[in-house]
T-cell receptor
Framework: EDQVTQSPEALRLQEGESSSLNCSYTVSGLRGLFWYRQDPGKGPEFLFTLYSAGEEKEKERLKATLTKKESFLHITAPKPEDSATYLCAVLGGSNYKLTFGKGTLLTVNP | SQTIHQWPATLVQPVGSPLSLECTVEGTSNPNLYWYRQAAGRGLQLLFYSVGIGQISSEVPQNLSASRPQDRQFILSSKKLLLSDSGFYLC?????????????FGDGTRLSIL
């Protein structure tokens, strides 16, 4: 069974203080690893897809990287508007099921 | 561009009452469609997915059912709600042409059972 573990569960940063979120996974035949951002009371918003080890994607202050066992979401010089829950999910095997982690709640203080 | 709509945004229902949540997608044809439930402290759990009209696959045994009466419409139903059905229900879609495309979510329905 596919498994995703995200750490830390919660992270509090000062504005401008860079950090990383971790997503460890076990999957049978990785077909994609996905990062989402979720604001309170809203559905997850798609950020990145990573398909193979060594791949990197960037968007504004966010950069996602992938190895064979984990993915990192690096946040450079975060702003208060980056505060949200960040979710990681994997797609494996031959079906359509995304397996999600429980998320990391990021709070950026001004 | 593609958009996904879910309604209602919030719903309060008594135990034993029926349920119908609706989801529609615009701007694409023949999408894959999904229903998820998100409970506090737990990850998103896939309930149903559909790769075409009338084709529904269930991931979790429960008293919920799903239907796809039209290409871009997905409905989640129950005949009798249980207290354990409370949660945040999310509909999502993905491109059907390539199976590893990202899923895109609606803004969800917050369901409370009294």
């Amino acid at each position: 069974e596919d498994q995703v573990t995200q750490s830390p569960e919660a992270l509090r940063l000062q504005e401008g203080e860079s950090s990383s979120l971790n997503c460890s996974y076990t999957v049978s035949g990785l077909r994609g690893l996905f990062w989402y951002r979720q604001d309170p009371g809203k559905g997850p918003e798609f950020l990145f897809t990573l398909y193979s080890a060594g791949e990197e994607k960037e968007k504004e202050r966010l950069k996602a990287t992938l190895t064979k066992k984990e993915s990192f979401l690096h946040i450079t010089a975060p702003k208060p508007e980056d505060s949200a829950t960040y979710l990681c999910a994997v797609l494996g095997g031959s079906n359509y099921k995304l397996t999600f982690g429980k998320g990391t709640l990021l709070t950026v203080n001004p | 561009s593609q958009t996904i709509h879910q309604w209602p945004a919030t719903l309060v229902q008594p135990v034993g009452s029926p349920l119908s949540l609706e989801c529609t997608v615009e701007g694409t044809s023949n999408p894959n469609l999904y229903w998820y439930r998100q409970a506090a402290g737990r990850g998103l759990q896939l309930l149903f997915y559909s790769v075409g009209i009338g084709q529904i696959s269930s991931e979790v045994p429960q008293n919920l059912s799903a239907s796809r009466p039209q290409d871009r419409q997905f409905i989640l139903s129950s005949k009798k709600l249980l207290l354990s059905d409370s949660g945040f229900y999310l509909c999502a879609w993905s491109m059907a042409t390539v199976s590893n495309q990202p899923q895109h979510f609606g803004d969800g329905t917050r369901l409370s059972i009294l």
